[in-house]
Structures are given as C-alpha cells and as structure tokens.
C-alpha cells in the first residue's frame, strides 16, 4: 500500500522493474486531500512495447475507496459474528470483496487495451473481454449482499427521496443499453407519486435495476414500460408500487414462483442469455424488508409484468421535486416539427425517443440528401443533424438548403451533432448557418435547454457545447 506521504521513487522503481514479459502491475495509494477524507486510488500500469523497444507507458487509476471500507465493515461485522452461520456469510461477503481487487486489474487492462486498438478482430475480443467483466461485477455485488442478507446485517435507510430522481438515474445508466437491444425505455411517473418519500431510495434503485437489466437480456424487442404509483390505505403506511412491463415472450405459470428461488434459472433454449439467477431472489428478500413483495404476472401486452411493492412514508416537507432533465422536456415542444438527419439508427432510435417526450412531432432522415429533400418539401422548425454522414453530410446539406430554397421558405434551426471536433468550433459552424453546435453523446438535459430557448424565442443565446 502506497501512501501519499511515499517519495515519487517508489512508485518510479515499480514502473522501472516492468518488462516486455511482465509489462503490467497494479498498485494501491492512500492520498490525504485537503479538508476531506482520505481516498484510496488502485493504478493500473502498462508498459507497451513494439519488438524490444519501449514506447509509451498506460496508466487508469481507479477509486476503489467504497470497497475498501465495505471490506472493513464485513470484516468487522465478521469479528463480531457469534454463530457458524454469521461468520460463513461475513466471509463469502469478503471473498465477494477480495475478488474485485483483480477484476478491478482486469477491466482496467481492458479499457486501457480499447483506448489502444482501433480496428481488427482484437476490438471484438476486447468488447468481450468487457461484457464478461461487467457479468463478473454484478455476480459479485449480488454474493456480497448475499452474505450481507444472511447475516441480517442489511441497513435499510429512511430519508427522503423523489421517485423522478431514481428513473433519472436508471434511465441515465441503462438506456442506452436498452436501445442497442432495441427494448427503450418508457417511464410514467402517476401524480400520486410526484411528491417527496421517505424510505430506502438506494434499495428501491437496486431493485428497479436488478429488473430492468433482466428485461434487457430476456424481453422479446419491444418497449420496456415502467411505471411507479402509490396506494394510500385508510390505516398504516403508504405502499410505493413499481411496474415493469416487457412485450413477450412471458413466463410460464409454473415457473412464476421458482424464478425467486436462489440460482433459479429457465431454460430459454441455446438462444436465451444465461444468468446467475440471483437477481430477483435479493430483490425480493430487499422488498420483503420494506413490508413489501416482489411478483411476476402476465401483462396485457403479451409479455410479463414484475411488480415491486415498498411501503414508504410521505414527507411532512412536501417539498416539490427538482425539475429533472427528463420532466422540464416533457411537453416542452408542444406542436413543433422536427426532423433528425442520421445515419446511425441507433443514435436515430434514441433521439426520436427522446425528442417524442417534448411532445413535439419527430421524423428521421438517414442522410443528408433524404434530409435536404424533406426540408425542401416540408417545414420544419428545428433540424438536428449529424456532422459527417455518407452520400451527404450535415454541412453540405445546409449549404444546398441555402442555395435551392426559395425566398418564402421557412427556415429552420439547424443544430449540428457530432462526436469529432467540429462541435468545439462553434463560431464557424454559426458562420456556415448552423444556429448551435453540440457534442455527442446527447443528454436529455441539453436537448431540455435548446428546446426551452427556441420555444422562448432566444435561439440566439444557445451556444455550442457538450450535449
């Protein structure tokens, strides 16, 4: 272990001792920042060579500072354990812990080696090397709270939450993996539960997520629905209901209870995405916790529905959520006509979606010859267009806007999307007609903004920037 009060010779001696045959080491380092408490940063080094010869030295730091005080809290909860049965669960939870200081080395390799290779067979070894890798985190987080659970040492918190907040979050860290599996998502939040809880809002993610993520990996394609609502009883507390809806294919009824039994698994024949079947044991043992239960029904779109039941409190403070991203977009573009000029109909997929939530109307162009075509024959008040696109890209797309319109033509705003640099340029994108210049990946939050300063009539404001 490395500290930060160690000479820079230290870690310069560990660099030096790796070679061709050995070239990577991972090291730990405990720094003290100012005013705030001490972090502990895992590196992961890699010496790359061409023949003998050395020539550039990778380095990803990580911190690991969560694990390593979970780690301090098992073994403690270990020490105090006064049964067989509580120190077996303290230990599986710290093995679970102890496997991811490699897994950490591993995918800090991986990533280094995708930052490296940029074509060939090795990106496709690569992806899945990563892929594995996130399989591996997530069976490992689900032992821990395997172990934690059987020790009954499971905290559930009381504080308050908005349940907007943890459909911002989940959206944010899984739709884009729900729109590559063409499965995205569709949020619904019901006025009842627009006000401020209070109940374990990490658990309730948790859960949240075990489900989503299973819907991607076994749903048929098809939008994934999920809804939240609250029943208010005559007598005791609030129940917090969480609705996932899938399109197919469904579960058969004599599995509807088995699938909640540790490692349960169906066969969903050579085709179906195997799993570790701990996922939905934990999330119902965490809704059982909550007063609440975790079933599987069919639903009416021909697939099947979970629904995760908590009971929650409402706030005394009935503070009023945060504008999200998500809700200030919602009805923000009511009645206006957008196209979006793209050649990746993933990148279309998820801005159709995202666009759609304005309420506005959304058509897509693959190129810029189909997108100059429409605009020619259809108004339009804001065009999103990709930068570089085959047949015709985004630039040349507006200069022949420019120069084939006729004098009465609307004129939309153009917003140039890219992922190169050309969106760091953004006065002479504006010099060309573009009216704003923004970066890829899009957010719901920038698409908010752009949507508000049109709507309000000050498109001149809207300066480029990440997206």
């Known amino acids: ?45 890699t010496k790359r060579f061409e023949g003998s010869a050395f020539i550039e030295l990778l380095c990803v730091g990580r911190d690991v500072s969560t694990h390593a005080v979970e780690k301090k809290e098992l073994l403690a909860r270990a020490i105090r354990s006064e049964t067989e049965s509580d120190a077996k669960s303290a230990f599986v939870a710290d093995i679970g812990h102890e496997l991811k200081n490699p897994l950490n080395g591993i995918m800090g390799m991986a990533h280094l080696l995708q930052c490296s290779v940029h074509a060939g067979r090795e990106t496709g070894y690569i992806k899945n090397i990563l892929a594995a890798g996130d399989e591996l985190q997530t069976l490992l987080k689900d032992i821990v709270d395997l172990g934690v659970m059987d020790a009954d040492a ?48 990490g658990r309730i993610k948790q859960v949240l997520t075990n489900l989503l993520i299973n819907t991607i990996k076994y749903a048929s394609a098809g939008t994934i629905q999920i809804t939240a609502s609250i029943e208010f009883p005559t007598r005791g507390e609030p129940t917090l209901y969480v609705f996932v809806d899938d399109q197919g294919p469904g579960i058969a009824d004599e599995d509807k209870s088995r699938i909640f039994k540790r490692f349960a698994r169906l066969d969903g024949g050579a085709t179906m995405p195997e799993g570790h079947g701990l996922g939905l044991s934990i999330s119902k043992q965490i809704c059982q916790m909550h007063g609440g239960t975790l079933i599987v029904e069919d639903s009416n779109r021909g697939g099947s529905r979970f629904r995760a039941s908590f009971r929650v409190s409402p706030s005394q403070d009935n503070v009023l959520p945060p504008a999200t991203p998500l809700a200030k977009l919602q009805g923000a573009a009511l009645g206006l006509n957008i196209l979006v000029v793209e050649d990746n109909e993933l990148n279309a997929t998820f801005m159709k979606q995202i666009l759609g939530q304005s309420g506005a109307s959304v058509s897509v162009a693959e190129n810029g010859a189909v997108g100059l075509d429409r605009i020619l024959k259809e108004d339009f008040d804001i065009v999103f267009t990709d930068i570089r696109m085959p047949v015709m890209d985004g630039i040349e797309m507006l200069e022949a806007f420019e120069k084939c319109r006729a004098k009465s033509h609307k004129i939309p705003q153009f917003i140039a999307c890219s ?20 970066e890829k990946p899009v957010s719901i939050a920038n698409i908010s903004r752009l949507l508000s300063d049109f709507v309000a009539g000050d498109s001149a404001n809207v300066t480029s920037g990440s997206l």
């Open 154 to 201: 499971m905290e559930v918190a009381r504080e308050p939450f908005h349940m907007s907040d943890i459909f911002e979050k989940v959206g944010s860290l899984y739709g884009t993996a729900a729109i590559d599996a063409h499965k995205p998502f569709q949020f619904h939040l019901e006025r009842s539960c627009r006000r401020l809880l209070v109940g374990c809002h």
């Open 419 to 438: 992922g190169g640099a050309e969106t760091e340029d953004g006065p002479s994108l504006r010099s060309i007609g573009f009216n704003a210049a923004v």
């Open 1 to 45: 272990m490395f500290t930060a009060g160690h000479s820079r010779e230290t870690f310069k001696a560990a660099i030096a001792g790796l070679t061709r045959d050995a070239p990577h080491t991972v090291l730990q380092q405990t720094v003290f920042p100012p005013q705030s408490a001490a972090r502990v940063i895992e590196w992961s080094i």
